[in-house]
T-cell receptor
Framework: DSGVTQTPKHLITATGQRVTLRCSPRSGDLSVYWYQQSLDQGLQFLIQYYNGEERAKGNILERFSAQQFPDLHSELNLSSLELGDSALYFC?????????????FGEGSRLTVL | LAKTTQPISMDSYEGQEVNITCSHNNIATNDYITWYQQFPSQGPRFIIQGYKTKVTNEVASLFIPADRKSSTLSLPRVSLSDTAVYYCLVVLRGNTPLVFGKGTRLSVIA
């Protein structure tokens, strides 16, 4: 158990819909990262937040947005869903002064768009 | 970020030692070499990290030559449960996002 909690574990929805994925980082971790993993694209970095502020942006579509709240949990909002958005979405967190590159990943949220 | 190159896949029998080599020719002075393991439908898990020479923990050993342009992850006496994808990454200290490549898919056969 990494200590990172993601909900929901599974989600099935239709094209055009909007969903929200939630992540609770490990206690005390200020950084939250979102990744998308699909069969053809591998593990893709989407966005990072640090203590409520956006820190880095990766391959995140304009239809997607995220935020980190004062209690440090984070939400990833996916809108106008397309079939190609079906993937595993992982959240990870890290400590401020931990080992370089040590992220703790949650178990993921599997999104299926029909 | 330094680009890494590692084999797409490897097969091994149970009980054998497995060595996965990663090349990172453009590694910078402040970069660390980090390996992750990912089982199907699970998030990646940090397994080991090193800067130079050799690092060993309860899961694996990491060998890094003096020029640091490559590294080798060594898994002693693998079992079926070691079947996973192994990612080699070069990372900077600090809270920076990790960029994952395709990794090496290790299949352990009985």
């Amino acid at each position: 158990d990494s200590g990172v909690t993601q909900t929901p574990k599974h989600l099935i929805t239709a094209t055009g819909q909007r969903v929200t994925l939630r992540c609770s980082p490990r206690s005390g971790d200020l950084s939250v990262y979102w990744y998308q993993q699909s069969l053809d694209q591998g593990l893709q970095f989407l966005i990072q937040y640090y203590n409520g502020e956006e820190r880095a942006k990766g391959n995140i579509l304009e239809r997607f947005s995220a935020q980190q709240f004062p209690d440090l949990h984070s939400e990833l909002n996916l809108s106008s869903l397309e079939l190609g958005d079906s993937a595993l979405y992982f959240c990870a967190s890290s400590v401020s002064q931990g080992r370089a590159g040590e992220l703790f990943f949650g178990e993921g949220s599997r999104l299926t768009v029909l | 970020l330094a680009k890494t190159t590692q084999p797409i896949s490897m097969d091994s029998y149970e009980g054998q030692e497995v060595n996965i080599t990663c090349s990172h020719n453009n590694i910078a002075t402040n970069d660390y070499i980090t390996w992750y393991q990912q089982f199907p439908s699970q998030g990646p898990r940090f397994i080991i990290q090193g800067y130079k020479t050799k690092v060993t923990n309860e899961v694996a050993s990491l060998f890094i030559p003096a020029d640091r342009k490559s590294s080798t992850l060594s898994l002693p006496r693998v079992s079926l449960s070691d079947t996973a994808v192994y990612y080699c990454l070069v990372v900077l200290r600090g809270n920076t996002p990790l960029v994952f490549g395709k990794g090496t898919r290790l299949s352990v056969i009985a």
